[in-house]
């Protein structure tokens, strides 16, 4: 069993940062590819970025080049740098850990709460 707990959303204009942490309990963090998802108003949950238990990362094309995602096993966290904020990436932002390395939500087992990020204009 893994729970997972997000923080680091917040307020920020476009063209900012932010810096969203997930701190995961379980011994067997490092086993786990850990996986970002957004879901907007009005909007379905979309993937995002996740970084396997060997460290290769995969994004989607619509943050590549902005985002950064990461891992320290020794602090059981993930983290999820977003640069270049855009309003159209407003948007809970949900971590999640599961045992396949792609993309689609049912390879997840684990979800966090999620963290809101808003980007103003």
């Known amino acids: 069993q893994v729970q997972l707990v997000e923080s680091g959303g917040g307020l920020v204009q476009a063209g900012g940062s932010l810096r969203l942490s997930c701190a995961a309990s379980g011994r067997t963090f490092g086993d786990y590819t850990m996986g970002w998802f957004r879901q907007g108003p009005g909007k379905e949950r979309t993937f995002v970025a996740r970084i396997s238990s060997v460290y290769n990362t995969y994004y989607a094309d619509s943050v590549k080049g902005r985002f950064i995602i990461s891992r320290d096993n020794a602090w059981n966290t993930v983290y999820l740098r977003m640069n270049s904020l855009k309003p159209e990436n407003t948007a809970v932002y949900y971590c999640?850990?599961?045992?396949?390395?792609?993309?689609?939500?049912?390879?997840?087992?684990?979800w966090g709460q999620g963290t809101q990020v808003t980007a103003y204009s």
């Open positions: 999640a850990a599961g045992g396949g390395i792609g993309a689609r939500e049912d390879e997840y087992d684990y």
